[in-house]
C-alpha cells in the first residue's frame, strides 16, 4: 500500500470518545491486524478482542488508530464503514479518515494473562556491579527467587501478584516462560518496582507493578511478539478454530 501499511501490520484502536474524556492511563487501548484492503482504498481488519470478547465496534463510529509498520509508528482517524463475518473471522472495514501522522513509540499494549513468574530482589552490591558493567556470577550471589503470579504483560513491563510486598523503587529481576512460533523461551530481565499495594480482595497477596529496565530490543521485541501471537491464538480460539 502507498502508505505503508500492509497486509499483517497489527494496529492499537482507542475509541474517540476515551481519547477525549479519559486519562492517559484510563484509556482502552484494543491490539487488531490488518487482514485485507476493499477496491475502494478501505482496509478489512480483525474485530478486536479483549479479555476473550469481541468488541463491537459500531458502523459509523470513529477511531483512533496507531499502525505499526516498518518504518515507525503511524496514527490518524478512522471510522468503522462496516463489519462482518467472513469464515470463521470477525472482521470490520475501517474508513483512514485523515492524513496518518508519524508518532513516537507509545506505551505497549498490556496482554490481560495468567502466567506463573519468579522474581528476586537485586541488592546494592549487585546494583554496583550492574553500574559498573561488570562481569559476575549470580549464583554466588545466592539469589532467592520468589514465585508470582503475573497479571498482565507489555513490551514495557507488567504487574503480578505474589505473597511479599515490595519497595517502590526497588530494582528486582524477574524470570518466566513464553512460547514464541512453538519454541519455549524463557525471559530473564531487571526491573524497577512503580508501585506496590495490597490486594483488595486477599489481604495477603500484592499487587506490583513493574517497568522494565535495561532490557534488549530484540527481547522487547519478542515479548510483542508473543503478546500479539497469543491475541491471534484468542482470536481464532474464539471463533472455534482449533
Given at each position: 500500500m502507498e502508505n505503508g501499511i500492509d497486509i499483517g501490520v497489527k494496529l492499537d484502536i482507542e475509541r474517540m470518545d476515551d481519547r477525549l474524556s479519559?486519562?492517559?492511563?484510563?484509556?482502552?487501548?484494543?491490539?487488531s491486524q490488518v487482514l485485507d484492503e476493499t477496491e475502494n482504498g478501505n482496509l478489512l481488519v480483525a474485530m478486536p478482542i479483549k479479555e476473550g470478547k469481541v468488541i463491537p465496534f459500531s458502523v459509523g463510529q470513529q477511531l483512533v488508530a496507531t499502525f505499526y509498520t516498518k518504518s515507525g509508528?503511524?496514527?490518524?482517524h478512522v471510522i468503522v464503514a462496516g463489519?462482518?463475518?467472513?469464515g470463521e473471522l470477525f472482521?470490520?472495514?475501517?474508513?483512514?479518515?485523515?492524513?496518518?501522522?508519524?508518532?513516537?513509540?507509545?506505551?505497549f499494549f498490556r496482554y490481560d494473562?495468567?502466567?506463573?513468574?519468579e522474581y528476586r530482589l537485586v541488592g546494592e552490591e549487585e546494583q554496583r556491579l550492574l553500574t559498573e558493567y561488570a562481569d559476575y556470577d549470580v549464583s554466588k550471589?545466592?539469589?532467592?527467587?520468589?514465585?508470582?503470579a503475573m497479571i498482565d504483560l507489555s513490551g514495557g513491563g507488567m504487574h503480578f501478584v505474589s505473597t511479599s510486598r515490595e519497595a517502590n523503587g526497588s530494582l528486582i529481576q524477574v524470570r518466566f516462560e513464553i512460547k514464541i512460533a512453538e519454541e519455549v523461551q524463557i525471559v530473564c530481565v531487571f526491573a524497577t518496582v512503580l508501585r506496590c499495594s495490597q490486594n483488595e480482595n486477599q489481604?495477603?497477596?500484592?499487587?506490583?507493578?513493574?517497568?522494565f529496565q535495561g532490557i534488549d530490543k530484540k527481547l522487547q521485541e519478542?515479548?510483542?511478539?508473543f503478546i500479539f501471537e497469543e491475541q491471534i491464538r484468542q482470536r481464532s480460539k474464539q471463533s472455534g478454530k482449533k
Open positions: 479519559q486519562r492517559e492511563g484510563e484509556k482502552q487501548i484494543y491490539v509508528l503511524l496514527q490518524g463489519r462482518f463475518k467472513k472482521l470490520m472495514e475501517i474508513s483512514l479518515n485523515t492524513q496518518f501522522k508519524r508518532v513516537q513509540r507509545r506505551e494473562c495468567r502466567m506463573p513468574l550471589l545466592n539469589p532467592e527467587w520468589r514465585n508470582a489481604s495477603r497477596l500484592y499487587n506490583t507493578h513493574i517497568k519478542q515479548i510483542v511478539r
